[in-house]
């Protein structure tokens, strides 16, 4: 499959430019027939060829159509690496992933993920592939250390994680998989690559539900993968024309848009977010805030050095547990009561009723998931409307 002119090995370089340049021009040169300033969406199934096997790069789109290519051109541009695969979704990128590994594998994974992320390894992948996941709490380096065994295949962690906003060590873990010979792959789903770019610290792959931040709008849904290996890179891209969970043009160039706002929206998403976490860490129905950005972190320097910004997240305990989570979730106004996150649009869940409802309530409370977390996907609407709106909702606490 080739690449279109601009597809772009000169914006794969993380020399080249400033994130914010390449967000809006990675991978995305004037249409060489037009002059179109805007990549094209090549809503076509099918690619005519002159000969067999003699065409122009591409023959069907689910092995490769030329706006998906300027979109994965961008997104390893973004990340600082060398090739990039989209997806359909997060998870169906997560899925293929998981096809690298054989029966008899084993996983070690943070026990503070996505819970689409522990169906996966425990409803899905455990049952019909034999591979084996052990769950531990990474933000401690020792725990990844003791839980490594020989046939260890993958670390998968995310940091921030799901949704506890805890800080995983990024250059220890990847020191300790490293020595083992195992590979790192991490959810940068959360921080994006304005925040924090983990193949620059030696992690092996990148993954994104590119459904949130870097689309940004909560109209399309979709996943990426970054590598700079090249012989890894064929095999994602093998196991991505064979399993064909691949975004369709439409839905790549929606992200494509988004993606040309994604520094500027981070920077609203972070200072909004620092506001909220100060405001519910005075309120008196609130048992514990989490944010990184926050000095009462545990992992707040590790956040300071590790990431550029502290995100767009914040998590916070109710005093009065699952039914006034339940309350306060049903009646904010301006934070919409959705799952998802990372949209311009405030959001607000209950992790133990929606997002996180997969894992069983035991497990959840052994890795401090309590009933009464809520999770604030801060947007960027005026700080003072959304302060007021989480005071108001906060009286039915």
Known sequence: MAEREDGGQKWKSKKTCHIATLAVHAGQAP???????????????????EAPGKHKGYEYSRSGNPTRAALEACLAALEGGAYGLAFSSGSG???????????????????????????????????????????????DPDSLAAALRTNTRMVWLETPTNPLLRIIDLPACIKISRAAGVPVWVDNTFATPVLQRPLEMGATAVVHSTTKYLNGHSDVVGG????????????????????????????????????????????????????????????????????????????????????????????????GGLEAARRVVSTARIFSL???LGGVESLIESPALMTHASIPRELRLQRGLNDGVVRLSVGIEDEADLIEDLERALAYA
């Not at 027939?33 to 809503?43: R, S």
Request: aromatic fraction near 8%.
């Open 93 to 139: 990128a997560h899925a293929t992933a998981l096809h690298l590994l054989a029966p008899g594998d084993h996983v070690v994974c943070g026990d503070d993920v996505y819970g689409g992320t522990y169906r996966l390894f425990e409803s899905v992948f455990r049952p019909s592939a034999g591979i084996e996941t052990t769950f531990v709490p990474l933000e």
């Open 224 to 319: 990426a993968i970054v590598v700079n290996d090249p012989d890894l890179h064929a095999r994602l891209a093998y196991l991505q024309n064979a399993i064909g969970a691949v975004p369709g043009p439409n839905d790549a160039w929606l992200v494509l848009r988004g993606i040309k706002t994604l520094h500027l929206r981070m920077e609203r998403h972070c200072s909004n977010a620092a506001a909220i976490a100060e405001f519910l860490a005075s309120h008196a129905k609130v048992s514990l805030v989490r944010y990184p950005g926050r000095k009462d972190h545990p992992q707040h320097e590790l956040a300071a050095r590790q990431m550029l910004g502290f995100g767009g997240m914040v998590s916070f305990e109710l005093k």
């Open 338 to 340: 959705a799952e998802s």
């Open 31 to 49: 249409d060489p027939g037009t002059g179109a300033i805007m990549t094209p969406i090549f809503n076509s199934s099918t690619f005519v060829q």
